[in-house]
């Protein structure tokens, strides 16, 4: 390791793994870095380290980018030297040139890992007396400093930073196997998605258009929720599967009770969702739901809905409350101020909150419920969204 300015990436969780896992997550991380730095096509190199990566090339470009991987704790731009305290020492002051001022409340933060002749408390104290020696007066305090060096000495070289760019946390993307999210043009969904993806699953969305019975800006909405998300994947495509739901409403609002209308709907949607899951090798499908937040989401009626179909269904939103919702979709871009008309105008006005199972089997039995939804998986259209743009994708037979 020469002397050098790198993006430093801190892992966390993933040392809580068993040594397969451990190697299996990291290639997966290692992956999907580099597949995020080449879809903007920088130049760069990468060495990686017990619990560290190291990343040399533009660390001001490639930090940003880093910093919205998921499974990453929090990255440093940093410098690399030689585990020498002298040296380290020597690259601290440079960083505390620049930030620490006389009287400033300051905490020099060392590591030691697999080096020999200092500990970790006298390497702290080596740095901050070479620093006092140029820049004299600061109080140290390490409970609540105005600013902070940290240093790690490791088998392989020293490093020195004075700043942790918090990343997003979670596994990564790729390690927890495959979900269809039923996507709308609402807030809550690409949370859900979002989620997921945070924790490792590989998302593809599914919209159910109501045509004329759904809001116009709908669609588009929708569209521009999975555009959104894919600049959390840079470099990878997100599928979208936009499927027709007007003739399941036109059928059902001329033969079902329409007092459970938003559950014949919700359980068809996840019908759909499993074909879909099913042509395409997934294993789960997430919804935005949440406990409490309309007539559809009581306990009852959601158990209702996960029986239409066998896969697993995911609730990431499930007990969150709406301003939580809310922040988060402000932070990752998918949250729209003006988002015009989204109404549905099959919602009745008394929604049921309850529904006896045997009732809505009944009721779902006057349609011819595989056509239906055989119809509306086969005639889905598909589109890919990756690195923030969103294109159909022609299907051939
Ligand atoms: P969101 O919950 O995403 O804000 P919403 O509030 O319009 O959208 P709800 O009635 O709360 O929708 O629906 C619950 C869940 O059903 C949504 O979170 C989403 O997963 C799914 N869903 C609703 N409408 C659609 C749609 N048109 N296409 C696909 N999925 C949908
Ligand atoms: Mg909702």
Not at 145 to 172: C, K, M, N, T
Not at 264 to 291: D, H, T, W, Y
Not at 359 to 368: A, M, T, V
Request: with cysteine.
């Amino acid at each position: 390791m020469e002397q050098n300015t790198a993006v430093m990436v801190r892992i966390g969780e993933l040392w809580l793994k068993s040594e397969p896992v451990k190697k299996q997550f990291m290639l997966a991380l290692t992956r999907n870095i580099k597949t995020a730095l080449d879809a903007q096509k920088i130049d760069y190199s990468i060495e990686e380290y017990r619990g560290r990566i190291l990343i040399f090339g533009d660390t001001k470009r490639i930090a940003p980018i880093v910093s919205k991987i998921f499974g990453i704790v929090d990255v440093s731009i940093c410098e690399t030297t030689t585990n020498q305290p002298e040296d380290m020492a020597k690259t601290a002051l440079k960083f505390a040139e620049k930030k620490l001022k006389p009287g400033m409340r300051f905490a020099v933060r060392a590591r030691r890992q697999h080096v020999s002749g200092f500990t970790s408390q006298q390497l702290a104290s080596m740095i901050a007396d070479v620093i006092w020696e140029k820049i004299p007066d600061f109080v140290v305090d390490l409970d609540d400093p105005e600013y902070e060096v940290f240093v790690e000495a490791r088998e392989y070289g020293g490093i020195v930073y004075d700043e942790r760019i918090p990343g997003q946390g979670g596994l990564p993307l790729g390690t927890a196997g495959r979900a269809v999210t039923l996507l709308s043009a609402g807030i809550d969904s690409p949370v859900a998605a979002w989620l997921m993806m945070k924790r490792g699953v590989i998302i593809s969305g599914l919209f159910m258009d109501g045509g004329r019975w759904a809001g116009p800006a709908t669609r588009y909405l929708a569209m521009d929720n999975v555009r959104i998300l894919s600049t959390w994947c840079p470099g990878r495509g997100i599928p979208l599967w936009i499927a027709n739901l007007e003739p399941f409403f036109d059928a059902m609002t001329n033969s079902c009770d329409r007092h459970y209308t938003c559950l014949f709907c919700k359980r068809f949607m996840m019908r759909v969702a499993e074909g879909v899951a099913e042509q395409n090798k997934m294993e789960g499908i997430v919804s935005g739901e949440n406990l409490g937040q309309v007539a559809s989401q009581t306990l009852q009626n959601m158990g209702v809905i996960t029986a239409s179909v066998k896969l697993t269904v995911l609730r990431p939103l499930l007990t969150y409350d709406k301003e939580e919702i809310v922040a988060i979709s402000r932070r990752i871009g998918t949250y729209h101020e003006s988002p015009g008309d989204t109404g549905c105008l099959a919602v009745p006005k008394k929604p049921a909150t309850r529904s006896a199972q045997e009732l809505i089997d009944s009721e779902e039995n006057k349609l011819d419920m595989d056509k239906l939804v055989r119809e509306a998986v086969l005639s889905a259209e598909l589109w890919i969204a990756k690195d923030g743009e969103i294109f159909q994708k022609i299907l051939s037979e």
